[in-house]
């Protein structure tokens, strides 16, 4: 069956195999070394005893917010680490190990990891790199109680908005004040003439 759905002879025989050679350690590596490089903020948890489908669920959130989770030999991990800011992480490369790796903005994939930690508890999240600092798991959690960054940008645009739109208010108040009295006034003087 698994045949005839990869329809390539090697594919199963690399699935088959339970070692990789040289070349295929090494393009993992570099493959890893490049989603390091590029990342911007990085988690590493301990996946054991998920099932797949666990898994799949939780590659499916990560995706709709730019990052993915990666799982490889803590081996293959460590050398791809090495001069990257994730370098961090090194001493966290145990056991069975997942890395989620966010390339654009920490919070939703933070949200993500959180959430699903909170909802299965034997994805246990281990430790995280954010701008150069190394980040233990209360940090995580206080980042992911964070608002997105659109709707930080949104918060930020509306109190920008409010403030000219007071000073507008305040500086139109005194020639409106002005006016009223200078109203009050020509009443005034009409009922006298009356």
């Known amino acids: 069956m698994l045949c005839l759905l990869l329809r390539k002879p090697i594919i199963i025989y690399l699935l088959r195999r339970s070692t990789l050679n040289r070349d295929e350690k090494s393009a993992i590596v570099a493959e890893l070394n490049d989603s390091f490089n590029r990342a911007k903020f990085a988690v590493v948890a301990d996946y054991c005893g998920l099932k797949v489908s ?5 590659r499916v959130e990560l995706r709709n917010c730019d990052s993915e989770i990666r799982i490889a030999k803590n081996t293959l991990l460590k050398k791809a680490a090495e001069n990257t800011g994730s370098s961090l992480l090194r001493d966290d490369f145990s056991g069975t190990t997942a890395v989620v790796i966010a390339y654009a ?14 909802d299965h508890e034997k994805f246990r999240i ?22 997105s960054k659109e709707i930080l940008l ?41």
């Open 154 to 194: 949104g918060q930020m645009l509306s109190v920008m908005n409010a403030v000219p739109t007071g000073l507008v208010r305040v500086l139109s108040g005194v020639p409106r004040t002005f006016l009223y009295g200078l109203q009050a006034i020509k009443e005034k003087k009409e009922q006298a003439a009356n």
């Open 54 to 58: 666990e898994l799949q669920q939780i």
């Open 126 to 147: 281990r430790s995280a790199f954010f701008e150069g600092e190394r980040l233990d798991v209360e940090k995580i959690i206080a980042l992911s109680k964070l608002p």
């Open 105 to 118: 903005d920490p919070v939703g994939p933070a949200k993500v990891v959180a959430k699903f930690a909170d």
